[in-house]
């Protein structure tokens, strides 16, 4: 995106042109969006990429949004930065190039990481329903992986999971994997396939869904001469389905409910 300094300072408050143009810091404890909790994304003030989402964000005390990882790591770029004579890891947005805070390694949750982020850096839009964060559905992301420019997306990463869109070009297998912390479920969007769980084959299509446990060994292969395989697919790991498990049987016991392992579909 290449806008001029002049552009810049029209289209930006003079606070953060001063941060996201001139990588400068907010004063601690000054910005709107440090004490806030709603749900939805946060994007770069300067050109709407999407940084953090909400699971992300969490209370580190220091005065400025902190998130533990990033909603895309494609918008984000890490530069070692030495100025003040200290070596701290400079973030940027790999869109417009504005500074947008320091990366750290001393975060509390599983990732280790700190995303100390300027609050005039960051726009947030409010999640107007449960899939507001999914938006990158219908935007330009889906043609080029239906192109197979990338043939594997994230779309959406939070604390508990990830949903990623995949495309196979015709007779093109992901490859057998194991993930041994995550779930993984698929949704076969357009084509047919088959996908092979620690050795049982199951043939998919439009529609189908498909659970693989933690653990199981998979493939998915687009058995289609000529057309592509699309899927959703949503990492998750067990610990917290067990979450949802566990609360779905105690509201279950709750009710003197049976569940049979069976649906009624
Ligand atoms: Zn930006």
């Not at 990429?49 to 895309?72: M, R």
């Not at 092979?196 to 199951?202: A, Q, R």
């Amino acid at each position: 995106m290449a806008e001029s300094e002049k552009d810049w300072k029209s289209k930006l408050t003079p606070e953060q042109y001063r941060v996201l143009r001139k990588k400068g810091t907010e004063l601690s404890f000054t910005g709107k969006l440090l004490h806030n909790k709603e749900n939805g994304m946060y994007m770069c003030a300067g050109c709407g990429a999407e940084l953090f989402s909400s699971d992300a964000k969490f209370d580190s005390g220091t005065g400025w949004p902190s998130f533990d990882s990033p909603a895309n790591t494609r918008n984000i770029e890490l530069k070692i930065d030495s100025t003040l004579g200290m070596s701290r890891t400079e973030i940027i947005c790999k869109q417009c190039g504005g500074h947008l805070g320091h990366l750290f390694n001393d975060g509390p949750t599983k990732t280790g990481k700190r995303f100390c982020i300027n609050s005039c850096s960051l726009e947030f839009k409010k999640n107007e329903s449960g899939v507001g964060q999914m938006k990158g559905f219908m935007t330009g992301l889906e043609q080029a992986t239906k192109k197979n420019t990338d043939f594997r997306k994230v779309l959406y990463t939070g604390k508990f999971s990830q949903l990623v869109l995949m495309c196979l070009a015709p007779g093109e297998e992901i490859g057998m994997e194991v993930h041994e912390t995550h779930d993984q479920f698929f949704r076969f969007d357009e084509g047919v396939g088959k996908v092979f769980i620690d050795k049982n084959e199951y043939k998919v299509k439009d529609g189908d869904g498909v659970i693989v446990p933690a653990g199981a060994q998979h493939n998915v292969i687009n058995v289609s001469k000529t057309s592509s395989l699309k899927l959703y697919t949503i990492y998750s790991p067990p610990e917290h389905k067990d979450k949802v498990l566990r609360h779905t049987k105690k509201e279950a016991e709750a009710s003197e409910e049976h569940f049979d392992g069976k649906t009624s579909e």
